[in-house]
């Protein structure tokens, strides 16, 4: 890592360098529309799954980009691919085909929970 004179805690460094990239490529390549998303949780707010269970479709995409894959297998059969969250978004993200994407690309790149 390279030393700016100052140091953080390690819980607070995120190394880019060392981030999983596998899905998140795998996903714009398959839906480029996800490179839209704002964050601004319009998903979530209607999520079927969210109001039943600790399932959280914003969140899970801020995972994925940090290359977090083992907690986004654990969530992610959460979701009931219902598709209320793409009538929502308000730049038109198919999330439900980023949910199906996340499923195939999570058993294509033989990912599973922590142990
Ligand atoms: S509603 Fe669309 S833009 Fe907003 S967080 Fe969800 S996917 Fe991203
Ligand atoms: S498709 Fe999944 S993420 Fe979207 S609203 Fe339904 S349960 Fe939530």
């Not at 319009?42 to 980009?65: D, V």
């Amino acid at each position: 890592m390279r030393n700016f004179g100052f140091s953080t805690t390690k819980s607070r460094t995120i190394d880019y360098g060392d981030i999983d990239r596998r899905l998140i490529s795998y996903i714009l390549e398959n839906e480029p529309t996800f490179n839209a998303c704002l964050s601004c949780g319009s998903c979530t707010a209607i999520c079927s799954a969210g109001n039943l269970t600790s399932f959280n479709i914003r969140k899970l995409s801020l995972q994925i980009r940090l290359g977090d894959l083992e907690k986004t297998h654990e969530e992610i059969d959460k979701c009931m691919l219902c598709g209320k969250c793409l009538l929502e978004c308000p730049r038109g993200i198919n999330t439900r085909n980023v949910v199906m994407l996340i499923k195939k690309g999570l058993t294509i790149f033989e990912i599973k929970d922590k142990a």
